[in-house]
DNA sequence: ATACGACTTAAACTAATGTTTAAGTCAAGA
DNA sequence: TCTTGACTTAAACATTAGTTTAAGTCGTAT
């Protein structure tokens, strides 16, 4: 049996953490001793796995209560409980395509950065007489992203 | 010239949420008309563009801020905006291995309720007399995942 | 026997990120 | 001219996800 702080070592986070969790439904299934302190059964690391899964990758702690509370109602729910995992797993999906997303961008700018570094100003990059970044800037680094075999050859000083 | 609310269709949000910026620090560079409006250049939408890719990389408001500040400083800060989008660049790279991390315990806990499903319960997964996983059963989907070129093959109904 | 550390609760507090409200200004079209 | 829609502000409100505080209860090691 594991006592509240233990699940906070295991979880990395502060047990106050998992007094909220508690509090919001996230460990119906944590029992009691008799001075009321909370006891985890080795089997309820199951629940903690998942339930970390859940955190870090961004569902909200109402969300998986109730995938929680899926799970206490047994065998009846396994259809329901597939469900909310095959669209979470979706959701998770295209989070991970949007910050993919945003990682090339700052990969580009960091080239934008580095060839500005490298003449001392970052008017290189401007049309004449504006401050706009010239609209062939960011093909060209495409370009060179496609021509190099690791990104921060291209991109690290 | 834009308006705030050119701005917001651009950014696909709220109109309060370019004010909330606004006061927050992102947006020193706005000008405004005679009666006070906020009116956006041309060349702000680099701005604009930039505080768009942090926000959607999870940068707080306060650390974007501090990025605008340093743009607004010019051609000297060029290399400490260099060292900032490296810095970040890489926080959201881990990120996105955390999440990749993430996606595949959720692709091995819908292959767990897939099977479940097809015996009608979840008992399968568990030690005799007991609701412990098998500790066997993520070993033998990982080597499923391996020998699959699809993995929506194995974890789909 | 008693002190310490780990636990308990309820309630207040914090921080981040906006949204909403109320009251007012302004430009443009009917 | 008058109305409408888009803008302005400050301030209040909302939500999420905890943390902190205060007061109290245990079990164990000295």
Redesign the interface.
Same mark, same amino acid.
């Given at each position: 049996m594991y006592s509240i702080g233990d699940i906070a070592n295991i979880m990395g986070i502060n047990t106050s953490a998992i007094r909220f969790y508690d509090r919001n439904g996230l460990l119906p299934f944590v029992q009691r001793d008799k001075a009321g302190r909370r006891k985890f059964k080795? @089997?309820d690391l199951?629940f903690i796995?998942?339930i970390d899964?859940l955190k870090? *990758?961004g569902v909200p702690v109402k969300d998986i209560a109730q995938f929680i509370s899926l799970c206490m109602q047994g065998?009846q729910t /396994? +259809?329901e409980?597939?469900d909310y995992?095959?669209d @979470?797993?979706e959701k /998770?999906?295209r989070? %991970?395509e949007?910050? +993919?997303t +945003? /990682?090339e961008?700052? +990969?580009y700018?960091?080239w934008y950065?580095?060839t500005? %570094?490298k003449e001392?100003?970052?008017?290189i990059h401007f049309l004449p007489n *504006?401050?706009? %970044?010239d609209p062939q800037t960011r093909n060209e680094f495409e370009e060179k992203r496609k021509a190099t075999a690791d990104i921060h050859e291209l991109?690290?000083?």
């Open positions: 080795p @089997e199951n796995e998942v899964c870090k *990758s065998d /396994l +259809q409980r597939y995992l095959d @979470e797993e /998770l999906s989070k %991970i949007k910050m +993919q +945003q /990682l961008f700052l +990969q700018k960091k950065y580095k500005a %570094i001392g100003t970052e008017d *504006s401050r706009m %970044i991109t690290d000083l």
